[in-house]
C-alpha cells in the first residue's frame, strides 16, 4: 500500500507545484469535519442537525447580522494579529486578554479626563491603548530575557494579576463612576471628540459598522509589509523559524523578543479600542472579556495569515452573532462553542497534516526534476 | 588475511543477506532503484558510495526503518518483510548508528539493556544476569567493555563498543556498521577493526557502510559500489586499487585537496590573542588559545570534536562570551556584535549547516539573505530588496552549481551537498576577508567536495584568510598552510601540513604526541 501511495504523490503531485488551493483545503475539510461533530452533538442533544445549522445560516446572513458579525470581527482581528505577531517569532504570547483589558481600561479613562480636537483626542486615546498593551506585555519579554522565565507562563500569571488590578482600578475610589441608571461601575465617558462613528457599509440595516474597522485593516497592512518586506520582519521570521541560525546570521534574539513582545502587547492595546471608542464610550464591567483566548483560536485558524486571520475571525464573529437565533429555538447556545472548539481542532490537525505532505511534495518534485538533468551535467563536471 | 580464508569456506552456504532489485523512492535527492546485493555469513561485506549515493537509505531498508517500494529481502536464504527495526531485530539484524545512541548518565549496563530489560520475579531488573551476559559477550568477542562504567566517562571507540555489544546482547548476528569511523582516530580505527575481525571470527556477519576507502580495502573481504542509488560494481578487495574503487564511486578521478603553491601575504587579517571561552560551571573549554591568520593563509584546527573548536568558533563568531581578545585587521572585534563583526567582513560556514547554517522550511532566496541581511544586493535601507536578492541567488546557483529547480523551493529540499554550496556561495559573496569553514565538506558527496574545495582555494589565491576546522585529517592537511592541534581546548601542537602524515596528526590529536 505504501508503494502504492508514493507512486501516485509521485505522479500526481511530485510534479505539480502546490498553490495555495491545497493550503485552503485544510481549513474548509476542517469546519466540516466540525461541522459534522457538531451535528453529532445536536442528534445527541435530540436538536435536527441540517435544520439547526439553517436557521444559522439564515439569521447570519441577514445585513444586521452581518453587521454584528463586522463588528465583533474587528476587536478579534486585532486580538489575533497581536497574537500571531508573537506565534511568527515563536513567541507564545498568552497575555493578549490581560493586555487588551488594561489597556482599554487606562486609555477609557485618560480619554475622559482630556479633552483635544476630534482626530487627536482619538489617536491620544489609542497611542495610550497601545503604550499601556506594550508596556503590560514587556514585563513577559523582559522577565523571559533577563531570567528565562518562559513567557507561556508569564504571560498566563500576568493575565491574573491584570485582572486584580483592573478590579482594583476600577474602583469608585479610583478610575470608576456609577454608571446611570445601573448599578454597573465604568470610567467616566468619552467625551463625543473621542467618539468615532460608525460607517453605513451595509445596506439594508439601520446599523452601522464601527468604524474602527479602519484600523483593524490598517493594521493588517501594516503587519503583512512590516514581516514580509522589512529587514526586521525577516529577523523576525527567521529567529522564529530557528533561533541558532538566527543567531549566527548575527540577529540579536533577545532584543528581538523584548521588540516583539512589546510590539504584540500594542497591538493588543487596539484590540479593545473598536468597542471602547466605537461602541461603549467607557470601560465598565460589562466590558467583553476572553478577546485575548479567541485571538489565539484565531490565529492559529488564520494560520498567522493576515487574510487567513481575518477568514478566521468573521466566521468566529458570524458563530457568535448566529448563536443568538439558537435560543429562541429552543436550542443550547453552547452547541456554537463546541463547534468553534471542534474547528480549532480539526484545523490545527489538518494544517500538521498537510504542511507535513507539502514538505515531502516538494522534496519529490525537487529530486523528480533533477533526476532528469543530473546525469547530464554530472557527466559534463567530471570530463 | 585469516578471515578472507575462512569466509570462503563459509561462502558455500546460503547468504547471510540478499537483496534483489530494491527500489526506494524516497523524498530527497536520491533514491535506491534496483539495488541488488549478497552478503556471505562470516564476511565484513563493505558497501561504499559517496555521501547521497543511497548507502544509508539501503541500510535503513534493511534494518526495517524504511520500507522498500520494490524488491526482495532474504535473510539467511528466507524471505523477509520488515515492518519496524524490531523486525530486523527478531530474524538477527543489528545497527550500529553513525551517531550514538546511548545515554550518558547511565552506566554500560544500563544503556545496553535499556528497551530490553531482562526480568527477575516479573516486575524487578536482573541486573545481575545482565552483567553477567554483557561480560560473557564482551569477552568472546574481545570487546572489552566494562558494563559498570558510566557512559559518560567513555571515548568515542569506547562509545561504539558499546554500540555494538548494545546490538549483540539482543541476539543479532548480522551488524550493519553505518560509518563507523567517522567519529574515530586513526588508532581507534585500527582497534574498531580488530574487534570486527574477533566477530567474523566467531561467525557474525557485518556490513560495513563508509566512503573511506583505505580503510574499506583492509578490512573488507567483499565490496560493494553504490553510485547514483544504484549498484553499479562487487569487487574484492584483492583484485581492486583505491583508486579503481574511487572512480568506480565517482564514475570519475578522485579530487584531491592539495593546495598548489602558497599564497600566504604578510598581511594579518585576523588575530586571536588568549581567547578563552568558559562553560557554564566555570570550566575553560577554550583556554588561552592565540593564532594569526594572514591574508591568503588558511589555518587548519585539527583535534577530536569537543575539544573547544566549536567554541573558539562561536567566540570568534561573537556568539558566545569570551575573554582575550580578536583582532580583524587592526580594529579590535572583541566587544562587537555578530552582525556587525559579519558586516566588518567574516564568512561563517557553520559546522552544522541544518542547525546555524539554513531557514530549511524558507525558500533559497530567503536564505540568501540570511547572514547578510544588512548589506546589498538584499536590502535597500530597513527594506528588503526581493528583487535583488532573487537576482544574486540566480548568481549563487548558477556560479556554485547549487543543483535545484529553481530558488523558490525551500532548503531542506536540496541535498547535503547542495545545501552546503548554496551556503558557500552565500558566504563567500559581499568579499569577505576572513572566512571560517567549519567541516565545509562534511556530509557533501564527493563533487560538491571537490567544488567547494576548488572555491576555498579561489578565494585563498585572491587573499581571503580561512580558519578550517575539519575532522577529515586529509582536507585539513591539504588545504592548510598552517595547522595547529586542539586538545581539551588549548592549542598543543603546531604543525607543519607539508610534512605530516594523517597517523602523526591522529597521535597529537588524541594527547599521544604528547609522550613521544
Known sequence: MS??????????????????LLSLAAPILAVVFAGLITSVVLLITGAPPLETLGIMVDYGVQPRSIVLALNLASGFYLSAIAVAIGFRMNLFNIGVDGQYRLAALVAAAFGASITLPAPLHIAA?????MLVGAGWASIAGLLKVRRGVSEVISTIMLNAIATALGSWLLNKDRLAVEVAGSNNIGTKPLGPSAQVSGIALIPGSPLKVN???????????LYYVVLNRTRFGFDLRATGRSEP????????????????????GAVAGLAGMPILLGESYSYSLQFPLGLGFTGIAIALLGRNNPVGIAFGAMLWAFLDVSSNILQLHEISPEIVQIMQGTIVLSVIVAYELVHRYQISAEQRRVSSELAGGTQVRAEGASA | MAIRTEGAVISTSTPAVELEGITKRFPGVVANRDISLSVQQGHVHAVVGENGAGKSTLMKILYGMQRPDEGEIRVNGKAATFRSPADAIAVGIGMVHQHFMLADNLTVLENVILGSEPRAGGVAIDFGTARRRIRQISDSYGLGVDPDALVEDLGVGARQRVEILKVLYRGARILILDEPTAVLVPQEVNELFENLRGLVREGLTIIFISHKLDEVLSVADAITVIRRGTTVAEVSPEDVTARRLAELMVGSELPSPQTRESAVTDVVALSVRGLTVRSEDGRAVVDGVGFDIRRGEVLGIAGVEGNGQAELVEAVMGMRPAEGEVLLGDKDISAWPTLRRREAGIGYIPEDRHRHGLLLEAP???????????????????WIDRAGARRDTERIVEEYDVRTPGIDVDAAALSGGNQQKLIVGREMSGEPVFLIASHPTRGVDVGAQAAIWDHLRAARAAGLAVLLISADLDELIGLSDTLKVILRGRVVAD?????????QLGSAMTGAGEAA
Open chain 1, 245 to 264: 541560525a538566527a543567531v549566527a546570521s548575527g540577529v540579536n534574539v533577545k532584543r528581538m523578543v523584548l521588540i516583539a513582545m512589546a510590539l504584540s
Open chain 1, 125 to 129: 486615546v489609542v497611542l495610550v491603548a
Open chain 1, 3 to 20: 508503494a502504492a501511495k508514493s507512486t501516485f504523490a509521485d505522479r500526481l503531485l511530485g510534479r505539480v507545484r502546490l498553490g495555495g
Open chain 2, 495 to 503: 604543525v607543519d601540513p607539508r610534512t605530516v602524515t594523517p597517523e
Open chain 2, 364 to 382: 533559497l532566496w530567503e536564505n540568501r539573505i540570511l547572514g547578510h541581511q544588512t548589506r546589498r544586493p538584499n536590502v535597500r535601507g530597513p
Open chain 1, 211 to 221: 468604524g474602527l474597522i479602519i484600523l483593524a485593516v490598517a493594521v493588517g497592512v
